[in-house]
């Protein structure tokens, strides 16, 4: 069995996108907003 890491992507309008990856790092997280246009609410 491999590992895999589930990423959790909370969006502005309250959904919720849950991704996966076979690593933890910040490069699988970054691949998947690559096409994000909107606010980060910060």
Not at 2 to 21: H, L, N, R, V
Request: proline residues 2%; without cysteine; charged residues 15%.
């Amino acid at each position: 069995m491999k590992k895999a890491y589930f990423w959790p992507i909370y969006g502005e309008q309250d959904e919720i996108a849950i991704t996966w990856s076979t690593g933890r790092g910040m490069l699988y997280v970054q691949q998947q907003l690559t096409d994000f246009t909107g606010s980060s609410g910060l």
